[in-house]
């Protein structure tokens, strides 16, 4: 089992900046990939982003260049550094991580973002 305890939403105005933290705990070395997703109210739930264990990155074509993950392996910690925000980014953004086989995947609770002015 992994949990995952994700932070750090809030409201920002567009062209702002905001980080996403994610603190992972449990059987760790099961984890194959992590990442983020967003949902936006009324729209699916959208991949913004995976790492592999090689962290090989994939990110959504509306945020290249904007947002970056990154991982801390000592704190056992995964952020989302989200810059030139837009409108458009507001959603509930949740981490994610599943294991090597891509069978069982684990959800932090959510945080929400808004970006308006």
């Known amino acids: 089992q992994v949990q995952l305890v994700d932070s750090g939403g809030g409201l920002v105005q567009p062209g702002g900046s905001l980080r996403l933290s994610c603190v992972a705990s449990?059987?760790?070395?099961?984890?194959?990939?992590m990442g983020w997703y967003r949902q936006g109210a009324g729209k699916q739930r959208e991949l913004v982003v995976s790492m592999d264990s090689a962290e090989k990155t994939n990110y959504t074509e509306a945020v290249k260049g904007r947002f970056a993950i990154s991982r801390d392996h000592v704190k056992n910690e995964m952020y989302l550094q989200m810059n030139s925000l837009k409108p458009e980014d507001t959603a509930v953004y949740s981490c994610f991580a599943r294991n090597w086989a891509a069978s069982r995947f684990y959800w932090g609770q959510g945080t929400p973002v808004t970006v308006s002015s």
């Open positions: 449990g059987n760790l070395a099961t984890i194959g990939a």
